[in-house]
Structures are given as structure tokens and as C-alpha cells.
């Protein structure tokens, strides 16, 4: 199994799935910025935002 197999499997779980996705990357970085300090707020938004915009992108395939 390459990566191509792996990347096209996340594509087929996440069809049609993607606002309960974002969802739950909300409901992760909350958690883990109830963990860590100011400063890595920043960093952990600037994620979270990328991983959505991801999303959109795919939602529109």
C-alpha cells in the first residue's frame, strides 16, 4: 500500500464528511490549547486553519 492508497482512503472517509471534520479539529484544538501555553495558541490555530482550508478545497472535487 503506497501513499497514493492511503491519500485516496482519507478522501473516501472524509466524502460528504467534512463539516463533522472541521467540527472535530474545533473540538481538538480546544483540548490542546487547554494543555499548553499562550504561544502555542497561535501556532495551533495557524493548523487548524490550514487543515480546513484543506477541507473546503476538497469539498469542492
Do not use: C, H, W, Y
Not at 49 to 55: E, G, Q
Amino acid at each position: 500500500m503506497g501513499i497514493d492508497d492511503l491519500v485516496n482512503k482519507a478522501r473516501s472517509a472524509l466524502d460528504g464528511r467534512e463539516d463533522q471534520a472541521q467540527d472535530a479539529l474545533d473540538k481538538a484544538a480546544d483540548a490542546l490549547k487547554s494543555r499548553t501555553d499562550t504561544p502555542t495558541d497561535a501556532t495551533i490555530d495557524s493548523v487548524v486553519d490550514k487543515a480546513k482550508d484543506f477541507l473546503e478545497d476538497e469539498k469542492k472535487r
